[in-house]
Structure formats: structure tokens, C-alpha cells
């Protein structure tokens, strides 16, 4: 049986690992879904003090003190920069990094910076928090929305928090540690044809994702596969862990 820890994108907390985090439980493996500080129930610690190392703190620590090994990392679209230097200060514990609809950030590089960071900083409230993008503004943005019902997107609205602005606004530190850790890209959003084409394009986010250590996984759905389709990005999740 495998250990999972599940880290949410942007404005999500734990809440949003719910299905699956039930599904792989159900099938006998330890799943801990993470809430960043300052987001979802733990959005009463929201600051302008809030930096990088407090998210990677959050999961090193989950990991850690709850004594985990050979643990499947997964982060999902706007983690995959924490979950990348989490990985980086603690490689010896992790045993896949798994990239859902996501990828690494480089070595001094902020997250943001792969979204725009003039655009973001412009929509910033009370200067230190990103508010939650309507999901149809992200629909028309060209972000996939395949599979998700009204009430799903009613109910991620409903719950979805502003983001704190420092940890995504600073670069990360790494040492380069994480680099052979093996490492599954579950893609929504681009077929395996498609992101093979880019690679020979020398496409600079999935050129990157090259290499022994890396695998490919088509789910196609949403961008936000734990809620369009969950058993069958637990199954997908159950699968990568047996994956050499």
C-alpha cells in the first residue's frame, strides 16, 4: 500500500481532495490532502508575511512529523512549485513527484512569474492576496471546464479563498536534489501526442519534462480532474505508484 500527500492548486485547500483522498482510502493506501497556510480552513493565517518557505514548511512538515516514507507527493496546477522544493528539502521521504495538470518551477523562479506577474499584482486585495478567478472568466481564458457540473462549479466558487501573494511571488531556492526523483505528469489538458509535438518544439515548460525520470499520463478532463473525474484520477494515482 502507498503513501499519498495531495497538495491543491490555487484558492483550494484539503476540502478539494475529498473524493479521491475517500477513494484511496477505500482501497487500502494513506492519504494526507494539504491546506497551505492562509487558504481554505486554514485561511485565518493569511498574512503579507507569508513566504515560499511557509508552504514548503507546510507539507516538509506534514511529512516529517507524521513520520512518512516513500511517500507519492501530488500537486496539482499551482503547487507544482512547492510541491517541487518540498521534494528538493527532503528527497530521502518521496518516492514520486506527481504533477497534476502542473510541472516544476526552475531555480529562481517564482510561480507567479509563469502566470504574469504585472497581471496578478494589479488584481492583488489588500495588497497581499490574489482573489479567486471566476471558473468561466478561466473557461474563456482557454483553461478546460470539460466535466464539471453547475453545482461542482457552484461549489468550488463557494468555497475557493484569495491566495496568499508571497509565497507565489518569490522565487525558489533549490538544490537540485529533487532532479531524479522519479516524476509522473498526469495532463488534462494536452494529449500525449500533443505534448510530444511541443517537446520537439522545444516548448520551454514541457521540454523540461524530459528525461528517465519522467512519465506522461493522459486524464482528460477539466483542469480540475479530482473533481470531474476522481475515481479515475485515484486509479491513475494508484497506478504511477507501482510505476519503476
Request: hydrophobic share 45%; aromatic share 8%; net charge negative.
Amino acid at each position: 500500500m502507498s503513501t499519498y500527500v495531495l497538495v491543491p492548486g490555487f484558492w483550494l485547500g484539503a476540502w478539494a481532495w475529498k473524493d479521491v483522498v475517500a477513494d484511496l482510502r477505500a482501497t487500502g493506501h494513506t492519504a494526507y490532502p494539504v491546506s497551505l497556510t492562509g487558504l481554505a480552513d486554514r485561511a485565518h493565517l493569511a498574512s503579507p508575511a507569508l513566504t515560499p518557505d511557509d508552504h514548503i514548511a507546510d507539507i516538509v512538515n506534514l511529512i516529517t512529523y507524521e513520520d512518512l516514507h516513500d511517500v507519492i507527493l501530488v500537486g496539482h496546477s499551482g503547487s507544482g512549485g512547492v510541491v517541487t522544493a518540498a521534494a528538493d528539502r527532503i528527497p530521502e521521504r518521496v518516492a514520486r513527484i506527481v504533477y497534476v495538470d502542473s510541472g516544476p518551477v526552475p531555480d529562481g523562479v517564482a510561480q507567479i512569474d509563469l502566470a504574469g506577474r504585472e497581471d496578478v499584482e494589479a488584481a492583488l486585495v489588500d495588497g497581499f492576496r490574489l482573489p479567486f478567478v471566476p471558473l468561466e472568466i478561466q473557461g474563456q481564458a482557454g483553461t478546460s471546464l470539460d466535466g464539471l457540473t453547475r453545482e461542482t462549479m457552484d461549489l468550488i466558487t463557494a468555497r475557493a479563498t484569495a491566495h496568499p501573494y508571497g509565497p507565489i511571488s518569490r522565487p525558489f531556492a533549490l538544490t537540485g536534489a529533487w532532479d531524479k526523483l522519479p516524476k509522473t505528469l498526469v495532463s488534462c489538458q494536452f494529449s500525449t501526442a500533443e505534448i510530444a509535438e511541443l517537446r520537439a518544439q522545444g516548448h520551454p515548460y514541457f521540454a523540461a519534462m524530459a528525461g528517465p525520470e519522467w512519465e506522461i499520463r493522459e486524464l482528460s478532463t477539466s483542469h480540475w480532474p479530482m473533481f470531474s473525474r476522481p475515481a479515475d484520477l485515484s486509479a491513475l494515482l494508484r497506478a504511477v505508484a507501482f510505476t519503476k
